[in-house]
């Protein structure tokens, strides 16, 4: 668990993918799709961004 909330952490703190991918020890970039997870801040301004389209 605490591997999957820094790897987030980092991430939503503006850290590279890449340098996160090193820090994770992971050879593969798709083995740290499992470790990122979106906030609520996130789903909701993508929610905000396709109602915003449909005003348009």
Not at 27 to 52: F, I, M, Q, W
């Amino acid at each position: 668990m605490l591997r999957h909330g820094a790897a987030t952490a980092w991430v939503r703190a503006g850290v590279d993918e890449d340098v996160v991918q090193d820090l994770m020890g992971h050879v593969s970039r798709s083995s740290l799709t499992p470790y990122l997870h979106a906030s609520e801040a996130n789903k909701r301004a993508a929610v905000e961004l396709v109602a915003a389209g449909r005003r348009s």
